[in-house]
């Protein structure tokens, strides 16, 4: 079945340390997104790729980074610099601008 | 950049009642708008899109919402309130570049 693979679903991380959520999908989509939704701010947008080796930042790009070598891979990378690290994030593709959404990724921070 | 406003974070219905989920967009282009609902502990489903054809959309499960250039609005609409509507919808907008924007939300609650 084609869909949006998102891992790890629960990520626990100590400050100061980088993790990286992956982002996989088998739906030949050629826009990808990264989007953090925390209670009562919706989703925020993170990143996102219109074409491979191609991604423009969203409105919080602060302190996270992308890489997009693969059409169907999409990561994203949480850096130290990020200061409120601990949320959902999502992930989404689409052909054109309707999204199709992964399960989501839940990150703690301790 | 493109954003929305939804106007309500919270809204509660009786069942059987109409729903009004309001939203108003920002564009410097001619947008593309579209409503999502999440429904608790599931993921984001597609209701329904306006894309420059028909102003009057109309979408899943008995919703519709009308894009007003002039007013900026793009409003959801259920003419009747069902317990299984309880969910968060929010409103999105979509600029040339194809970014996807998502307004804060509003909580829908429906009372028996």
């Known amino acids: 079945d084609g869909g949006i693979t998102q891992s790890p679903k629960y990520l626990f991380r100590k400050e100061g340390q980088n993790v990286t959520l992956s982002c996989e999908q088998n739906?030949?989509?050629?826009?990808m997104y990264w989007y953090r939704q925390d209670p009562g701010q919706g989703l925020r947008l993170i990143y996102y790729?219109?074409?491979?080796?191609?991604?423009q930042k969203g409105d919080i790009a602060e302190g996270y980074s992308v890489s997009r070598e693969k059409k169907e891979s999409f990561p994203l990378t949480v850096t130290s610099a990020q200061k409120n690290p601990t949320a959902f994030y999502l992930c989404?593709?689409?052909?054109?601008?309707?999204?199709?959404f992964g399960a989501g990724s839940r990150l703690t921070v301790l | 950049a493109q954003s929305v406003t939804q106007l309500d974070s919270h809204v509660s219905v009786s069942e059987g009642t109409p729903v009004l989920l309001r939203c108003n967009y920002s564009s410097s282009y001619s947008p593309s708008l579209f409503w999502y609902v999440q429904h608790p502990n599931k993921g984001l489903q597609l209701l329904l899109k306006y894309t420059s054809a028909a102003t009057l959309v109309k979408g899943i499960n008995g919703f519709e919402a009308e894009f007003k250039k002039s007013e900026t609005s793009f409003h959801l609409t259920k003419p009747s309130a069902h317990m299984s509507d309880a969910a968060e919808y929010f409103c999105v907008v979509s600029g040339g570049n194809n970014d996807m924007r998502f307004g804060a939300g509003t909580r829908l609650t429906v009372k028996p």
């Open positions: 739906l030949n989509h050629d826009a």
């Open positions: 989404a593709s689409s052909p054109g601008r309707v999204l199709t």
């Open positions: 790729s219109q074409i491979v080796n191609d991604f």
